[in-house]
């Protein structure tokens, strides 16, 4: 007989943005951040704690690519195509990315704590 005083969860709001923004970052590239971006335009009659969530997540995938791109584009113009562009692209890729990943495991676990996301709050 199953428990009477049990409580039906609906799925978690805040989560899914977060995790598509994970994907995006470490899995699937190109397919999770246009998942994410269809999320964060369909979000406007989701909670708001949905709707600061993806559009953290959006924000923050077109910052990163801006960052890690711009980066690698001003070392080649400054190095040209040598060892010191290559060391210095790949270090910076390296950091930023790991930046943004452990950025998305704060956002996560605020997520999961039903709470707002820490970064960007201005935008949101």
């Known amino acids: 007989m199953p428990y009477s005083g049990s409580r039906k969860r609906e799925a ?17 590239p190109v397919i999770g951040f246009v998942v994410l971006l269809t999320l964060a335009m369909k979000s406007g009659d989701a909670s708001p704690l949905r709707r600061a969530h993806s559009k953290a997540a959006v ?3 077109i910052l990163g690519a801006l960052l ?5 584009g001003i070392s080649w113009f400054m190095f040209g195509n040598t060892g010191n562009f ?3 692209a790949i270090v910076w890729a390296i950091v930023l990315h790991t930046s943004f990943v452990l950025w998305g495991m704060i956002a996560l676990a605020q ?14």
């Open 12 to 28: 978690p709001g805040p989560i899914t943005p977060v995790i598509w923004y994970l994907l995006n970052l470490l899995a699937l």
């Open 59 to 61: 924000y923050m995938s």
């Open 68 to 72: 890690i791109g711009s980066g690698v």
């Open 86 to 88: 290559w060391t210095f």
């Open 111 to 124: 997520a999961i704590g039903n709470k707002p996301p820490y970064f960007p709050r201005r935008l949101l």
